[in-house]
């Protein structure tokens, strides 16, 4: 059976994943499905519309300096033909923005540029078995103001910190920008809708960031090389009832021997307003995450054929929630969909 053999081949995704892991170098997001392009690059061949989408994501705002990553993508389908549409998917065209910033007065500024191309294999002509694979290659900026850094240096033993004594580290320090590249492969199982059938779906994917490890060290006489950065996400998708689905997922990630490992679930109710031409169909959803030894994530959707809004809320777990009075992060999506067919199937 088509299922049994999905489960299998989910569980050994699974097991590849148990290895993976994340690293505090790169910027983090909590609503890892709305960020598709920064997840798996292979992720620009899923999406069978035009689609432009935003994040915005303040982190430890109550430590008075938070850190704000923001993202901005695009993606653009390629068919077979314009007769093919919805099938006849041969993959798409991705492009990302993003701004990473921190610092007491956002010293620290990383951005980053990324063309992404992937490639859809379907197994059936009916789509329902797809495996995707994606490149990614960009440039990425790191830029540090010392003007108003503090530095030992300056330390005068009479007086303190003394602001009129030149540092000499900071004739040290030069902006940096160097190329990025990244590759990641995705596998949807989407079986034709049956009535009383419990599964919707089933996904897997694993990508890899930094393939070249790129020297981003800021200093002239150091090499600082990115480490290699895996990503494995995967999840599966059930009828509980009339017009509503439940799933399980899960994000593990590896960077320089450090695990980040992410599972949560969500619940989404689908609704339909014929009478409506923006809100003929569409889904309310309602998610909760766990990053291990570090948050619980809270997260909200509300997707219709033509727009899609999601906010989240991440409450701290670790030993910083006694620094930040329990004041957590918060992150907010909203995305554009020029739809021309039917509505994408459910991957979470």
């Known amino acids: 059976m088509i299922y049994s053999k999905s489960i299998r081949f989910l569980w050994l995704f699974i097991c590849l994943g148990g290895i993976l892991s994340a690293n505090a170098q790169d910027a983090v997001f909590s609503q890892f499905y709305n960020t ?27 430590l008075g300096n938070p850190y704000t990553t923001n993202q901005f993508s695009v993606i653009l389908p390629y068919f077979e033909s314009k007769h093919a549409k919805p099938f006849g998917h041969k993959g798409g065209l991705g492009l990302s923005v993003y701004n990473d910033i921190a610092g007491e007065n956002d010293n620290f500024k990383t951005l980053g540029l990324n063309a992404n191309f992937a490639y859809n294999l379907p197994f059936d002509r009916n789509f329902v078995n797809v495996v995707t694979f994606g490149l990614q290659g960009g440039m990425v900026q790191k830029r540090i103001d010392a003007s108003t850094l503090q530095w030992g240096s300056q330390y005068d033993p009479y007086v303190g910190f003394n602001q009129t004594i030149e540092p000499g580290e900071v004739l040290d320090l030069q902006n940096k920008a160097f190329i990025d590249i990244g590759s990641g492969i995705f596998w949807w199982h989407n079986p034709i809708p049956e009535q009383g059938k419990r599964l919707v779906s089933i996904n897997s994917g694993l990508s890899v960031a930094h393939m070249n490890n790129p020297n981003e060290s800021m200093l002239d ?14 999840g599966m998708v059930f009828n509980v009832g009339n ?5 399980v997922n899960a994000l593990i990630a590896f960077q320089n021997l450090t695990t980040q490992s ?51 809320y991440d409450w701290n777990t670790s030993s910083l929630r006694y620094l930040n009075r329990g004041i957590g992060t918060y992150e907010m999506f909203f995305s554009l969909k020029f739809s021309s067919h039917a509505p994408p199937k459910s991957r979470y």
């Open 36 to 62: 598709t392009l920064y997840l798996n690059p292979a992720m620009a061949g899923i999406e069978s519309d035009l689609v432009i989408s935003a994040n915005y994501r303040q982190q430890w705002s109550a």
């Open 262 to 312: 992410n599972f949560g679930s969500y619940l989404t109710y689908r609704f339909f307003s014929p009478e409506s031409d923006l809100f003929a169909e569409g889904s309310v959803r309602i998610g909760a995450w766990y990053r291990v030894q570090d948050a619980a994530i809270l997260i909200t959707e509300f997707e219709t054929t033509k727009f899609k809004l999601g906010f989240s």
């Open 221 to 234: 006489y150091e090499i600082n090389r990115l480490p290699l950065l895996y990503k494995y996400h995967g």
């Open 243 to 247: 017009n509503l689905t439940a799933s």
